[in-house]
């Protein structure tokens, strides 16, 4: 079956950055997109960004132009996001999905930022 | 980019009610949109695909319906499981999602 592990909870403070990851399994990796989606606590999801695993572009929303970084590992199924510049704004739990409208998500990850 | 405008925010109901859920998208997404259900310290999990495609093993007082660029969510007899968040999102051009409806008890 389709499974998306994340990786665990991290602890920031703010300026620094932080790279999680997910690792894809059940199904051929460079055949969907990943996307990654924020929920901030007590709020909404909030779409972050898009990776084409087969060819690494990527596209993201306005709001994390220029401080998210997305990447991959086709040898290891696994994608990254990298933020940058880190505020306590940016606590928040993480989550990747499958581009594939078929409910595959990520356990999530919660980022914690605090000085 | 493709906004999405879903109503109300927040929805007190009792269990047996019919609830009904909007959104509006901001430009045509033809019928490109899902419903999630959360809830707390879970990941979303999906309802409902193209507008108003059941997902396997989702119970049928939920559905979808579609007209123009507004969207529907109904639940006809509230369950005591379906308190809960739900959100609508497109899925025409990258992702975009609502606000969220916050289904609580009366």
């Known amino acids: 079956q389709v499974q998306l592990v994340q990786s665990g909870a991290e602890v920031k403070k703010p300026g620094a950055s932080v790279k999680l990851s997910c690792k894809a399994s059940g199904y051929t990796f460079t055949s969907f997109a990943i996307h990654w989606v924020r929920q901030a606590p007590g709020h909404g999801l909030e779409w972050m960004g898009w990776l084409n695993t087969a060819n690494g572009d990527t596209k993201f929303s306005q709001h994390f132009q220029g401080r998210v970084t997305l990447t991959r590992d086709t040898t290891a199924n696994t994608a990254y996001m990298e933020v940058t510049s880190l505020t306590s704004e940016d606590t928040a739990v993480y989550y990747c999905a499958r581009d594939a409208n078929s409910g595959d998500w990520g356990q999530g990850t919660l980022v914690t930022v605090s000085s | 980019d493709i906004q999405m405008t879903q109503s109300p925010s927040t929805l007190s109901a009792s269990v047996g009610d019919r609830v009904t859920i909007t959104c509006r998208a901001s430009q045509s997404i033809s019928n490109w949109l899902a419903w999630y259900q959360q809830k707390p310290g879970k990941a979303p999990k999906l309802l409902i695909q193209r507008a108003s495609n059941l997902e396997t093993g989702v119970p049928s007082r939920f559905s979808g319906s579609r007209s123009g660029t507004e969207f529907t969510l109904t639940i006809s007899s509230l369950h005591p499981d379906d308190f809960a968040s739900y959100y609508c999102?497109?899925?025409?051009?990258?992702?975009?999602f609502g606000q969220g409806t916050r289904v609580d008890i009366k």
């Open positions: 999102q497109q899925y025409d051009t990258y992702w975009t």
